[in-house]
């Protein structure tokens, strides 16, 4: 039996992120004002895991992916896109701090995870040719799905996004640790220097 979708868990069409007209507090577009980290608020969706999504994602080598495939290792995961030249970048360089602080023996239980916030320009090859530039190592993947998917995933993860006229997309920085069940257990809302909270979750969510 398939693992129930988003409709399942109470999400609804008009209230999923990403589909209003106006930005939802918390956003950043294309700006070069970084976001300082702030306590990331509660969802609707607490205590509810990923993995009760079935949703498809492929990875940067064609793979098909689903979400319980993570399941078994905290995952660190933020939901970015390629062309995004601002905010995501920054939040690439976090994580890989993050993955950086870990000691030695902890880091191979861990996944760094980028789900793609613009699966139609994000191909396989942009995303190989980001991972290289990056230079993201064996511990990271970069994820794309269905706009649904997308969607569903984002109002778990408690993560806003809008898209703009001009095609960039405004999104919340928010980086998330998600246990060996795909709970979320730590939310990092902007960007930060000092990741000891982050390092802290993760070694409580092995």
């Not at 098909?64 to 995952?75: M, N, P, S, Y």
């Amino acid at each position: 039996e398939a693992a129930p979708r988003a409709e399942a868990l109470g999400l609804h069409e008009e209230s999923a992120p990403g589909l209003h007209e106006q930005p939802a507090p918390g956003l950043h577009g294309e700006t070069t004002t970084a976001p300082q980290a702030e306590s990331a608020s509660h969802t609707e969706y607490e205590g509810v895991s990923i993995y009760a999504l079935d949703s498809a994602f492929t990875d940067q080598d064609e793979r098909a992916v689903r979400l319980k495939d993570l399941a078994g290792k905290v995952v660190v995961a933020a939901m970015t896109y390629t062309s995004c030249q601002a905010v995501c970048p920054r939040i690439v360089s976090d994580m890989q701090a993050i993955e950086h602080q870990l000691p030695d023996h902890a880091r191979n239980g861990v996944q760094f995870v980028l789900f793609s916030l613009d699966p139609a320009r994000d191909t396989p090859e942009a995303r190989r040719r980001f991972s290289k530039e990056h230079q993201l190592s064996e511990h990271w993947q970069f994820l794309a799905g269905s706009d649904d998917d997308v969607r569903d995933l984002a109002a778990v993860l408690g993560m806003k996004y809008q898209r703009e006229d001009n095609g960039d997309i405004a999104h919340s920085a928010l980086i998330v640790v998600l246990d060996r069940t795909g709970v979320v257990r730590h939310r990092q809302a902007g960007l930060s220097d000092d990741n000891t909270a982050i390092l802290a979750a993760i070694a409580a969510a092995r």
